[in-house]
């Protein structure tokens, strides 16, 4: 193997153990979330008690790790270490208890937690019988976001067999929730390479396992977006930002021409998704423009054209299928 070939796999097997790290510490929370459940069931009548319960059992699995590690090394433990056990195990039942917020929301059997959840059932029904997704004003029974959501929904539950599944498709939010948070994983490590190229990669799994359950929590938080685990198209809408921006970090480090072409098509194919995804085009733009080095007017040029030219062609076959009704509606 070449070296160059080594430095280039170097940062993909490390981002590979990084996301596996964080995937093991978010599969550690899925039990405890249960866990908030049976004790909420068994005090269903008295739910002071169950926090009391949960909250006394939190304290307990708060301390045990740093115990069992300051056991274990005794002389040898290193407070970086123990410090970033504390934080690790914060994070985990934190995410615990935010798993469980969010199971209540996933397993309700009706399309009513929000104004969005009819609208966005409608259309995968609309799509499963073939009638049109956007029709006259006069009808008022179309969606004001355009179907990438929806779509990318129903054929995930019609892959698993769910396809009529309301909790299914809360579910399938819910995991591109998820996939948000690996997203921003990668975005956080690209920051870091670029930031301080010189720094050798820190190896700590407590810290790298930590980084998927925070930007979990980051990515649910219902004060930012309280609509990623219910029925909307918030939950891929941030999905594709968080890539988009990650797309952006890869430009800047390797100034590949592949990452331009994806760089390209990303708003276009965002706006089937949701209208205001397509500002990432502008700033694309403006970054190859100001901030690109060594410039190249041509290059933005093309990139311009090319990302705006394929936005409007998106949206120039929504009117040719859907005709004025889609431009009432989107």
């Known amino acids: 193997m070449s070296e160059a070939t080594a430095v280039s796999r170097a940062p993909a097997g490390g981002a590979l153990r990084h996301l596996g790290r964080g995937l093991l510490a978010f599969l550690a929370a899925v039990p405890l979330a249960y866990g908030i459940h049976l004790v909420n069931a068994a005090f269903s009548d008295r739910p002071e008690r169950a926090i009391m319960v949960v909250g006394a059992a939190f304290a307990l699995l708060l301390g045990c790790p740093l115990l069992v590690y300051l056991a274990a090394r005794r002389r040898e433990a290193v407070p970086e270490q123990a410090a970033q056990l504390v934080f690790l195990t914060v994070a985990v039942l934190l995410l615990a208890g935010d798993l469980y917020w969010i199971g209540g929301h996933v397993a309700f059997p009706a399309d009513i937690l929000i104004w969005s959840e009819s609208d966005f059932v409608n259309d995968i029904l609309k799509l499963r019988v073939g009638y049109p ?58 920051l870091m390479r670029l930031s301080a190229p010189e720094w050798p990669s820190p190896g700590r799994p407590l810290w790298e396992a930590a980084w998927l359950p925070v930007f979990f929590l980051l990515a649910t938080n219902p004060v930012t977006n309280p609509f990623v685990q219910d029925l909307h198209n918030d939950a891929l809408s941030q999905l594709i930002s968080v890539v988009a921006f990650w797309l952006l970090l890869t430009y800047i480090e390797g100034r590949q021409d592949r990452v331009l072409v994806a760089m390209a098509v990303l708003p276009a194919l965002g706006f089937l998704v949701k209208q205001s995804l397509v500002i990432w085009a502008i700033f694309y733009a403006g970054h190859l423009l100001v901030f690109d080095r060594p410039r190249s007017l041509k290059r933005v040029l093309f990139f311009t054209l090319a990302a705006f030219g394929l936005i409007g062609t998106v949206v120039g076959a929504c009117f040719l299928r859907w005709g004025h009704p889609f431009l009432y509606w989107a």
Not at 142 to 168: C, E, M, N, R, W
């Open 133 to 190: 997704l956007y029709t006259p004003q006069v009808n008022n029974d179309s969606f004001v976001y355009l179907p990438g959501a929806q779509v990318l929904t129903g054929l995930i539950a019609s892959a698993v067999g769910k396809s009529g599944s309301i909790p299914v498709y809360r579910l399938v939010q819910v995991l591109f929730t998820v996939l948000t948070a690996m997203a921003a994983v990668l975005c956080g490590r690209t």
